[in-house]
């Protein structure tokens, strides 16, 4: 079974500060690990993944995340906040290779102030 | 850029009554799923569906649930006797082979 943690279901940041996301998965097989961001009543976007070899993976809007095998971890992160990241970003893990079903972390519901 | 296509947008239904949700995956995807996501909760898997077949369901997905492929671009999902608790968005998604799965924009389901 596979399961994903995200600590911290609301995140606050100032425009322009850092935004570092957390995200821990549990897998018993080598995992493929995505995030996705929901804006208020639209579906959801594939913002990176990882699947295997380079474990700093780049995404769109700046976004980047590093998948740490020892830690089981695979934090989202961006230099620098803008107002239009505020959302709601979904971890997701499944396993390796296609047709598998995702399963998603609860969401961490990210502000973005002035 | 394709992209998946769900309707309706929004559906409201009485409780008891039959709905189809419709989605059209992109035309190359091998892999077809459905998720649901309760209001203020977070996503859940419904099912998975590969060559004309359910391929995986979660316990979500009981007899009341029924998928079909129809046709060639078509990808629906059934629900017979509807209940309040099936209120959420649900989601199509669609496949490569790569595990990247992409998502349609949602039917908001209203159960009364």
């Known amino acids: 079974a596979q399961s994903v943690t995200q600590l911290g279901s609301h995140v606050s940041v100032s425009e322009g500060a850092l935004v570092l996301l957390r995200c821990n998965y549990s897998?018993?097989?080598?995992?493929?690990l995505f995030w996705y961001v929901q804006y208020p009543n639209q579906g959801l976007q594939l913002l990176l993944k990882?699947?295997?070899?380079?474990?700093l993976v780049k995404g769109i809007n700046g976004f980047e995340a590093e998948f740490k095998k020892s830690e089981t971890s695979f934090h989202l992160t961006k230099p620098s906040a803008h107002m239009s990241d505020a959302a709601e970003y979904f971890c997701?893990?499944?396993?390796?290779?296609?047709?598998?079903?995702?399963?998603f972390g609860t969401g961490t519901q990210l502000k973005v102030e002035l | 850029e394709p992209e998946v296509t769900q309707t309706p947008s929004h559906q409201v239904t009485q409780m008891g009554q039959e709905v189809i949700l419709r989605c059209v995956p992109i035309?190359?995807?091998?892999?077809f799923y459905w998720y649901r996501q309760i209001l203020g909760q977070k996503v859940e898997f419904l099912v998975s569906f590969y060559n004309n077949e359910i391929s995986e369901k979660s316990e979500i997905f009981d007899d009341q649930f029924s998928v079909e492929r129809p046709d060639g671009s078509n990808f629906t999902l059934k629900i017979r006797s509807t209940k309040l608790e099936d209120s959420a968005m649900y989601f199509c998604a669609s496949t490569g082979t790569l595990g990247e799965q992409y998502f349609g924009p949602g039917t908001r389901l209203t159960v009364t």
């Open positions: 997701a893990v499944s396993s390796t290779g296609g047709g598998n079903k995702l399963t």
């Open positions: 897998s018993s097989v080598p995992p493929y």
């Open positions: 990882y699947t295997t070899g380079a474990t």
């Open positions: 035309s190359n995807h091998l892999y």
